[in-house]
């Protein structure tokens, strides 16, 4: 194709009106490429150097998460209740269109208390757009940082818990996943689940905070903080001592 | 003249390569930038001559740490790029004690990221370059007997890619492996310290991978299962079609696996090429709930089916899967009875401290990919 376009260069001896002749031609053939051609190459073409697989970039992040929010129909399911943006990842989604090649998506995915729901908007990087807005049960949506932090600071307020970890309770922190050995009083998290309607936690947004010291664990206890209702609940399953709240075995 | 030459060079040399800057991708190219693009050739020693070549993507995500992408496969330098993999991740860790609670979705539930690995994890003298600020290992190396028959021998080669995420307590090895002679390998090692609250409690590590598997590109793909039927002194291995969303049981007398082929991939022989995925397993784990009931699922392409739990209903109305773009998920386990190895006993209580790598994975063997073995010398 390079060599369709620079041939005619280089004989310099053509006259001026072949010139104009072809000049002419080229153009009215670039023109009629162009409308559809230079409309996708804008609209799809990620920023400079990134490719379709390459992670987001700060940009992008930024862009998918105003699109997601500016969006009529993600604010209608997000609610105006407590929520939670959760994650801006990159997205490949397959559709099988030539006009989507290399083209570079987003998906930002809320969590709103209310209702336990996600919502998850598939974001078009390149034309600045909501392709599609999905509501999801709210079991699958993860849980962040953030949220372990509000869990922290509720289980911190717990008088058999404060006894338990002793007079250094508040030291414990959140762990951080880069570092955890350097931090001696480290809190993890894992989420539970309920699967019978029976369970406090069925529906709700709960969690289990695991307290380290050092390479040890508390052992033998339980502190579930359930995000929904705002509780804290501390078990000790092979003890005798009266938890606030017994956890029902299923 | 000269002077509207230049010009005229300048504008088309413009125009031009606004043209072409706007042309889709050819299936093969580059799609992804360094460190997340690993082309590997083999034999590594370059001073042989090159036999095979893999190329893929990796990406960080957060919840399925290490995610392939785009992977191609080439049997000869002088054979067209093969695509194997679209999408290849870890998609849940279940993870159910045996008491009933808890039973951990660890995955969809949080949004768990890689670890940063340090030199002692991914050690040079192995092969092994840290990628990405540390995040991920690749790891380039000798992988044992390929081939032997008497004094002949032939040695393998692989390059492996991995991650560690930290979640929780435990940390999850992603691992993907890639082979010279065409074979493909995902694993899960679960390893750190035991469930604190209940340090001696069994439990399984069931793991989940999202296989979307686009031999030769994404339409025209189908998958058969393979099974070995025993019949008296007789034997035969049949591998029926499957042409509807379903879920699959392993079966270890029948040795079953998937077979994945697509419509246009024939070898020089005219027999259809395919990957086999082939369990590495040491059990079955079954639980109550609907989505472990199954060892296998085929479901049709759409990109926002990724939630485990949601298996069961992906299947209902069950689509045709034939001849389509197809996604295959495994399931496999690692049981994990706890032992005294796995801590030690300060004044009679349990403390977890070391449990050691278990891993469950599977194989994606080349079936009938190449034109003849590509190992014989």
């Known amino acids: 194709m390079l060599s369709f376009f620079f041939l005619p260069i280089a004989p310099g001896h053509l006259s001026a009106s072949v010139w104009r002749i072809f000049w002419a031609l080229t153009l009215a053939f670039l023109f009629q490429l162009l409308p559809t051609q230079l ?41 105006s209740g407590r929520q939670q943006l959760v994650s801006v990842e990159l997205a490949t989604p397959k559709t099988g269109k030539e006009s989507d090649e290399g083209s570079r998506h987003a998906e930002v995915l809320y969590y709103r208390y209310e209702g336990n729901q996600g919502v998850l908007a598939l974001v ?19 849980l962040v940082t953030a949220e372990v932090n509000d869990a922290l600071a509720l289980a911190l307020k717990h008088k058999e818990l404060i006894n338990l970890l002793g007079p250094t309770y508040q030291q414990y922190q ?60 501390v078990e000790q399953p092979g003890r005798t001592s009266t938890p606030s709240v017994r956890r029902k075995r299923k | 003249m000269k002077s509207r030459n230049g010009l005229s060079l300048s504008l088309l040399s413009v125009l031009a390569s606004l043209f072409f800057w706007a042309t889709p991708l050819p299936v093969h190219a580059q799609l992804c930038s360094a460190p997340y693009f690993i082309e590997q050739r083999f034999p590594t020693d370059t001073s042989l001559p090159e036999e095979t070549r893999w190329r893929f993507c990796w990406q960080r995500v957060s919840k399925n740490g290490l995610v392939i992408n785009a992977a191609y496969f080439r049997t000869s330098p002088t054979s067209p790029w093969v695509q194997v993999i679209y999408d290849a991740r870890v998609i849940e860790l279940f993870v159910p004690y045996h008491s009933g609670s808890p039973r951990f979705l660890d995955m969809s539930s949080y949004n768990f990221s890689l670890f940063q690995l340090t030199p002692n994890h991914c050690p040079a003298a192995t092969g092994g370059t840290l990628l990405d600020n540390n995040y991920v290992c690749k790891q380039v190396h000798d992988r044992g007997l390929a081939w032997t ?51 001696l409690e069994a439990h399984m590590h069931g793991i989940y991978w ?74 079955t784990p079954r639980h109550q709930e609907n989505f472990t009931k199954n060892d296998f699922w085929v479901t049709r392409y759409k990109p926002t089916e990724m939630h485990v739990p949601s298996l069961p209903t992906y299947i209902v109305p069950a689509e045709p899967v034939s001849n389509s773009d197809v ?36 194989m994606l063997k080349p079936h009938d990919l190449f034109d003849k073995t590509p190992l014989y010398p």
């Open chain 1, 124 to 142: 078009d990087l390149g034309q600045r757009t909501v392709r599609e807005v999905t509501r999801i049960n709210g079991d699958a949506v993860p």
């Open chain 1, 39 to 79: 409309k996708s190459a804008c609209a799809q073409t990620p920023p400079h150097g990134t490719l379709l697989f390459d992670p987001l970039t700060a940009e992008e992040r930024e862009v998918a998460t105003r699109v997601a929010e500016d969006n009529p129909r993600v604010r209608d399911l997000r609610g």
């Open chain 2, 149 to 199: 028959n008497y004094g002949k021998v032939r040695r393998g080669e692989e390059v492996v890619v991995w991650g560690g995420i930290g979640a929780g307590n435990y940390n999850y090895i992603i691992e993907w492996t890639f082979r010279d002679d065409g074979t493909m390998l995902g694993q899960v090692g679960a390893t750190a310290t035991n469930y604190p609250p209940q340090p």
């Open chain 2, 327 to 362: 996604v295959v998920w495994y399931y496999g386990a690692a049981h994990h009875l706890p032992r005294d190895e796995d801590g030690r006993y300060v004044n009679n209580n349990f403390q977890p401290l070391v449990a050691q790598v278990m891993w469950t994975g599977f």
């Open chain 1, 174 to 233: 959140v762990a951080t996943q880069n570092a955890p050995e350097t931090q001696p009083n480290r809190v993890e998290a894992l989420r539970l689940l309920a699967s019978s309607a029976k369970d406090p936690c069925y529906q709700h947004r709960c969690l289990s905070l695991l307290f380290r010291q050092g390479e040890t664990f508390l052992t033998g206890t339980s502190v579930i903080v359930d995000l929904t209702a705002q509780t804290v609940r």
């Open chain 2, 210 to 283: 999202r296989l979307d598997i686009d031999l030769n590109g994404f339409p025209g793909d189908s998958v058969h299962i393979g099974a070995h039927v025993e019949s008296g002194l007789t034997a035969n291995d049949l591998a029926p079609m499957v042409l509807r969303e379903v879920g699959l049981q392993w079966n270890p007398l029948a040795f079953t696996a998937l077979h994945i082929e697509d419509s246009t991939l024939k070898n020089a022989q005219g027999h259809p090429s395919g990957y086999h995925l082939i369990p590495l397993r040491t059990g």
